[in-house]
């Protein structure tokens, strides 16, 4: 089991920038692809950004792509989402996921996402 748990969200202006930490529990951390999804009020969850066991190969939904980065630090079970040029519609609450099945992070359905953390909210104000 791998528990993972969101921190770092809160009340940004637009354009703006917040950086989210996703600390996980156990030994297995590095072997498993991580991804960012999010979800506003009355949408659906949907993807954000993934990136790969090693952290060498990242992937970003076309919304965010620019603006955020994803990066992790294995020594510290940690992977992180910096978010600059922060729009309202970025809006939502974000979760961390870990994809055990998949190491490459090439799958981004939630359906794949074998563990996810609780959540944190990021408000965007225009």
């Known amino acids: 089991q791998v528990q993972l748990v969101e921190s770092g969200g809160g009340l940004v202006q637009a354009g703006g920038s917040l950086r989210l930490s996703c600390a996980a529990s156990?030994?297995?951390?590095?072997?498993?692809?991580m991804g960012w999804f999010r979800q506003a009020p009355g949408k659906e969850r949907e993807f954000v950004g993934a990136?790969?066991?090693?952290?060498?190969?990242?992937y970003y939904a076309d919304s965010v792509k620019g603006r955020f980065t994803i990066f992790r630090d294995n020594a510290k079970n940690t992977v992180y989402l910096q978010m600059n040029s922060l729009r309202p519609e970025d809006t939502a609450v974000y979760y961390c996921a870990a994809d055990a099945t998949h190491p490459s992070g090439a799958y981004h359905s939630t359906y794949d996402m074998d563990y996810w953390g609780k959540g944190t909210l990021v408000t965007v104000s225009s």
């Open positions: 990136i790969n066991w090693n952290g060498g190969r990242t």
């Open positions: 156990g030994r297995t951390f590095s072997n498993y692809a």
